[in-house]
């Protein structure tokens, strides 16, 4: 059984920094792809930033130029540096990890963790 656990969510200021951390646990080989959604309740959930396995990264235009995804495969963690944040980043953040196995993909997601913007 694979699990994601989220930390770094909380509340922070305008303008202010967050790291999100995803660690995973469990059996498996290695991840696939990995990335961050969030979520507002009432709206879709939204990608936020995906990583490959080898490193390239994609970002939503709303957050590009302010968040960088990173992964560290020896530790089994994917991390979200959340800078120049603004009141519209406020979401519940998730991380998402792919893996496949004998041909079949898995999909597996954290619980998720709050980031709140406000001064």
């Known amino acids: 059984q694979v699990q994601l656990v989220e930390s770094g969510g909380g509340l922070v200021q305008p303008g202010g920094s967050l790291r999100l951390s995803c660690a995973a646990s469990?059996?498996?080989?290695?991840?696939?792809?990995m990335a961050w959604y969030r979520q507002v309740p009432g709206k879709q959930r939204e990608l936020v930033a995906t990583?490959?396995?080898?490193?390239?990264?994609n970002y939503a235009d709303s957050v590009k130029g302010r968040f960088a995804i990173s992964r560290d495969n020896a530790k089994r963690t994917v991390y979200l540096q959340m800078d120049s944040l603004k009141p519209e980043d406020t979401a519940v953040y998730y991380c998402w990890a792919n893996q496949i196995t004998n041909l079949i993909s898995y999909d597996y997601w954290g619980q998720g963790t709050q980031v709140t913007v406000s001064s």
């Open positions: 469990g059996r498996f080989f290695s991840f696939n792809a």
């Open positions: 990583i490959t396995s080898v490193g390239m990264t």
